[in-house]
């Protein structure tokens, strides 16, 4: 600063001419300059934040919603960021814009060897009730909550024998289905059982009937073998709600509305 402001008052002598003359001029410059490199410097500092805070890396899928970019960085350049979307499109990004806005990046789920199963089966809440003795009888037969109905039939009261449901600790067939889920994929050998997020459990019931949620992680991150178990747990699971005495919720279609009219 010294050197500079000594530099100034130098030229200014020699010249003949006020050192504010010159201040003025310089601080002209620097404004063009900034005005003509001000993209690659917010570029140079935003490069070395994303590299300091490993935002991310060449290989990582992001999600940036704000820009419509979803899939893998293919390029992080000094000036952009070239992002190949899972529809096989290029998004070319500012890379100082990275962080202006939120983005999403998927390493940490690929690099914990799991993948979230965040899905709810809605139930019509007009199947549920509680459990009398011939859907006991009948749930007997499913092996993974033999020992929960009898458990549950051997501490029933008087009234429930008697077909009392209401005046006694009866268990509803949202109870056992739910019990039977938990049982089902702890049976698997595709999901994670203790080391990540493990949970079925009821949401608020709501037009769309009562939701059971499953909230699993399976123990590959690979998309393809990710969907096939997805699909494969919720098949099973529409496939066994009826022996329940279940259904799931499903709005009303044409042929529903074509089968009333004609009944």
Request: with cysteine; net charge negative.
């Amino acid at each position: 600063g010294l050197i500079l402001l000594g530099l100034i008052l130098s030229i200014s002598i020699f010249t003949g001419r006020s050192p504010i003359v010159f201040l003025t001029g310089l601080g002209a410059a620097t404004a063009v300059l900034l005005v003509i490199f001000r993209d690659t410097l917010l570029s140079f500092v935003a490069g070395i934040q994303i590299q300091f805070n490993d935002l991310m890396r060449e290989g990582d899928w992001i999600e940036v919603p704000a820009y419509g970019a979803d899939g893998d960085v293919v390029n992080i350049a000094l000036h952009t960021v070239k992002i190949q979307n899972w529809d096989k499109t290029i998004s070319v990004l500012p890379t100082y814009k990275l962080l202006e806005v939120p983005f999403k990046n998927w390493r940490g789920m690929e690099d914990s060897g799991g993948r979230r199963i965040k899905r709810a089966l809605h139930i019509d809440l007009n199947s549920v009730r509680f459990c009398d003795e011939g859907l006991m009888d009948r749930l007997m037969h499913i092996g993974l909550i033999k020992d929960y109905v009898t458990e549950k039939r051997a501490v029933q009261t008087p009234e429930a024998a008697s077909g009392d449901l209401l005046s006694s600790d009866g268990f509803t067939n949202v109870e056992a289905f739910q019990t039977y889920i938990v049982r089902y994929l702890q049976n698997r050998p595709d999901i994670h059982q203790k080391t990540m997020t493990f949970l079925v459990r009821q949401l608020a019931p709501g037009p769309t009937g009562l939701p059971l949620e499953i909230d699993v992680f399976t123990k590959t991150p690979a998309l393809v073998e990710y969907e096939a178990i997805q699909a494969s747990i919720f098949d099973h699971l529409v496939a066994a709600i009826s022996k329940f005495d279940l259904r799931v919720f499903q709005e009303p279609t044409g042929l529903d509305f074509q089968a009333v009219g004609k009944s």
